[in-house]
């Protein structure tokens, strides 16, 4: 069974550092994009950071500067690094990759999703 389990969610202070962990299990072919997205309640799941087969990061204007991506292709697993966080930084982060099982045939994986709360 394919799936993406993240990890490293928690309470923070502001201005700390968590590091999310996702990492991809199952018998896979090849893991084209990953993405991070992070999502409050009654709003719209949000991009955050992303990574391409390329190994070329991505970052919206919310995080740039603060959060860092990047991924380790022998375990399968892509971070993200989030530094000097803040209040507005509060939500669910899910990872998201489109991998292939067999070659050709792209399907879009979501993880289960990690809290992450920054508060004083």
């Known amino acids: 069974q394919v799936q993406l389990v993240e990890s490293g969610g928690g309470l923070v202070h502001p201005g700390g550092s968590l590091r999310l962990s996702c990492e991809a299990s199952?018998?896979?072919?090849?893991?084209?994009?990953i993405d991070w997205y992070r999502q409050t309640p009654g709003k719209q799941r949000e991009l955050v950071a992303g990574?391409?087969?390329?190994?070329?990061?991505s970052y919206s204007d919310s995080v740039k500067g603060r959060f860092t991506v990047s991924r380790d292709n022998a375990k399968k697993t892509v971070y993200l690094q989030m530094n000097s966080l803040r209040p507005e930084d509060t939500a669910v982060y899910y990872c998201?990759?489109?991998?292939?099982?067999?070659?050709?045939?792209?399907?879009?994986?979501w993880g289960q999703g990690t809290q992450v709360t920054v508060s004083s």
């Open positions: 998201h990759a489109v991998m292939e099982l067999v070659p050709n045939a792209p399907v879009h994986y």
């Open positions: 990574m391409d087969s390329g190994g070329s990061p």
């Open positions: 199952g018998s896979i072919f090849s893991i084209n994009g």
